[in-house]
């Protein structure tokens, strides 16, 4: 099949990360593919490292006529059989560029758990625009129907986010436990992602206070970067833990990351996927996460990790404290973290219901033809 990915962020986040890894999955199974995006972002510079065609628009206004038709040119040059979009504005205008292309099917794929808005654009684009829709999760799903009883259920496919889980099961070249002076006898709590308001940042802060008191020898790194940062840094001031708390900045292995840790928090009060969590059970280590978004749908509740309420201090550090003080436990969890991964979300089976969905939707369309 050939191929088109649209992206107008920016910003470098998940679904990025999401689009190239889809994106080269697809080449190396022999497909065609191609990236539009803006000029300068970090997406479409990494795509051309990993030799994936990419297409620079710049993308301005939901209906704008010139970015539409340097859309459809290029999908018209490059006979387009496929296109994915990341956002509303893609799909309004890489939907309108594809009826004008002629390319027959146009997916939009949605990874977080936000309503739509019962307008008549968004009606317009998901039902004349649209041929189906990816959720990447049933809390995305049920999220994208809850505002929208003009949308069917059944044109909504849900593919959850996979990884590539072999190298978290191997032993990693880099020692991010000794780099940061952590004893091999300290247990060492982590924490992955943006430092914002929406990771639950003060929560964890706040179930940390309790975890230090009661397991004093317990350490805690924080990966990541954001905007709360500096009061990150004045906690740690305002409490002494500058020995018991690390902020990391952004580390890019991974697979380091979740080797050195014991046990990942992520009590993020809304999240579109929190694929760290299955980055952490690939590495077999447990998990706790709150009871929102796509979570439950991630973390089996006491078999693979725990699940608490958003916002509950109390309730993150009495699950902390309960593995802290069972290695068995951690161990037992973190084993059927890492057999749940394998049969979920693993990288291959989620482009195999990638593919499936584009060639059946090619397919259908090609009959009617």
């Not at 447990?286 to 201090?313: C, F, H, K, N, Q």
């Not at 057999?339 to 090619?362: G, H, N, P, S, Y």
């Amino acid at each position: 099949m050939r191929i088109l990915f649209i992206n107008s962020i920016q910003m470098f986040g998940g679904g990025e990360i999401w689009m190239l890894r889809a994106l080269r999955a697809l080449q190396e199974r022999g497909h065609r593919v191609w990236l539009c995006c803006r000029p300068e972002t970090e997406i479409g510079k990494r795509a051309r490292a990993q030799n994936i065609p990419v297409e620079f628009v710049e993308f301005s206004g939901d209906f704008n006529p010139r970015t539409i038709f340097q859309l459809a040119r290029l999908m018209r040059r490059e006979q387009i059989e496929v296109v994915l979009t990341n956002m509303d504005k893609e799909l309004r205008l890489g939907g309108l560029a594809a009826k004008l292309a002629g390319v027959p099917v146009v997916i939009p794929r949605r990874g977080i758990d936000y309503p739509l808005k019962n307008r008549w654009r968004y009606r317009f684009a998901y039902n004349a625009l649209a041929t189906r829709i990816i959720a990447n999760s049933l809390a995305t799903k049920r999220a994208l129907l809850h505002n929208a009883p003009w949308l069917a259920p059944e044109r909504i496919e849900v593919i959850y986010n996979g990884i590539d889980a072999q190298p978290f099961a191997q032993p990693s070249a880099r020692d991010l436990r000794k780099e940061w002076g952590i004893r091999p006898e300290e247990p060492l709590l982590g924490f992955v992602g943006q430092l914002d308001e929406r990771k639950g940042i003060r929560v964890l802060l706040a179930a940390w206070r309790q975890i230090k008191q009661e397991f004093p020898q317990t350490r805690l790194v924080l990966v990541g970067q954001g905007p709360l940062r500096e009061m990150i840094e004045r906690e740690i001031k305002e409490h002494g833990w500058e020995n018991a708390v690390l902020l990391a900045g952004f580390v890019d292995d991974v697979v380091a990351v979740m080797q050195a840790i014991d046990i990942l928090l992520l009590p993020s009060l809304w999240e579109g996927f929190g694929i760290v969590l299955i980055e952490a059970m690939a590495a077999g280590k447990p998990a706790i996460s709150t009871d929102t978004s796509s979570m439950p749908e991630i973390i089996v509740e006491g078999r693979t990790g725990y699940l608490v309420p958003p916002a509950d201090a109390a309730a993150l550090a009495h699950r902390t404290l309960a593995l802290l003080q069972n290695s068995a436990l951690r161990e037992q969890l973190g084993c059927a973290a890492r057999e749940r991964v394998a049969a979920m979300f693993t990288q291959e089976r989620m482009i195999e219901q990638l593919e499936k969905l584009f060639q059946a939707e090619v397919n259908k369309r090609r009959m009617t033809l």
